[in-house]
């Protein structure tokens, strides 16, 4: 099994609608989790940081993290078609100099 | 602000060819630095991880080395590539001292090898 799983997709969906991306991870000692945005040829860049359960807002982007479940979501309102890209979930535990990354899900807004 | 600048963007190179690629950080001090390869539609697959200079960590067999000459420098290197060392490859840094996991990815290093 895994540490972290992701859907890997591919996910289309009609622009506007409400986006749901999701990772399960199986290590309870990770308490960093991360999103990564990466357009096609490009380096991922960080989009989301989370620490502890509970949820985060950036705009139309919404990290959750339920530690209880083990388990993290992204959540992207009013989806664009610039929005199109592959998100990666990441985290890691205190003090550990790596991070373990989902295997990535593809995502395309359709307009 | 930090920067990471990572060259050559892409190169093609025959098989048996050796390889470097660079990456630099600028505006930070100390960073832990990384190689990353994504092959085509799959994940991240971390290849050597430094934290200070002459200090790397190998993930994985394989025909590749890193060096850290420099405190913000980091090398990927191999004597003889072999078809199966194409893909895509990322370097990426975060904060030595206070990391709470945070990576920041340069835009990568396209290599094709024919």
């Known amino acids: 099994q895994k540490e972290v799983e992701q859907d890997p997709g591919p996910l289309s969906v009609p622009e506007g609608a409400i986006v749901s991306l999701n990772c399960t991870y199986s290590?309870?000692?990770?308490?960093?989790f991360m999103w990564y945005r990466q357009y096609s040829r490009k380096g991922p860049e960080l989009l989301m940081y989370?620490?502890?359960?509970g949820n985060k807002e950036d705009g139309r982007f919404t990290a959750q993290v339920d530690k209880s479940s083990k388990y993290i979501s992204l959540f992207i309102r009013d989806s664009q078609p610039s929005d199109s890209a592959t998100y990666l979930c990441?985290?890691?535990?205190?003090?550990?100099?790596?991070?373990?990354f989902g295997q990535g899900t593809r995502l395309t807004i359709n307009p | 602000s930090q920067t990471i600048h990572q060259w050559p963007a892409t190169l093609v190179q025959p098989v048996g060819s050796p390889l470097s690629l660079e990456c630099t950080v600028e505006?930070?001090?100390?960073?832990?630095l990384y190689w990353y390869r994504q092959a085509a539609g799959r994940g991240l697959q971390l290849l050597f991880y430094?934290?200070?200079?002459?200090?790397i960590s190998s993930e994985v067999p394989q025909n590749l080395s890193a060096s850290r000459p420099q405190d913000r420098q980091f090398i990927l290197s191999s004597k003889k590539l072999l078809l199966s060392d194409s893909g895509f490859y990322l370097c990426?840094?975060?904060?030595?001292?206070?990391?709470?996991?945070?990576?920041?990815f340069g835009e990568g290093s396209r290599l094709t090898v024919l």
């Open positions: 989370t620490y502890s359960s």
């Open positions: 430094s934290v200070g200079i002459g200090q």
């Open positions: 990441a985290m890691t535990s205190q003090g550990a100099q790596k991070l373990v």
């Open positions: 290590n309870s000692a990770f308490q960093y």
């Open positions: 505006g930070t001090s100390n960073p832990n």
């Open positions: 990426a840094w975060s904060r030595g001292t206070g990391n709470t996991g945070e990576l920041f």
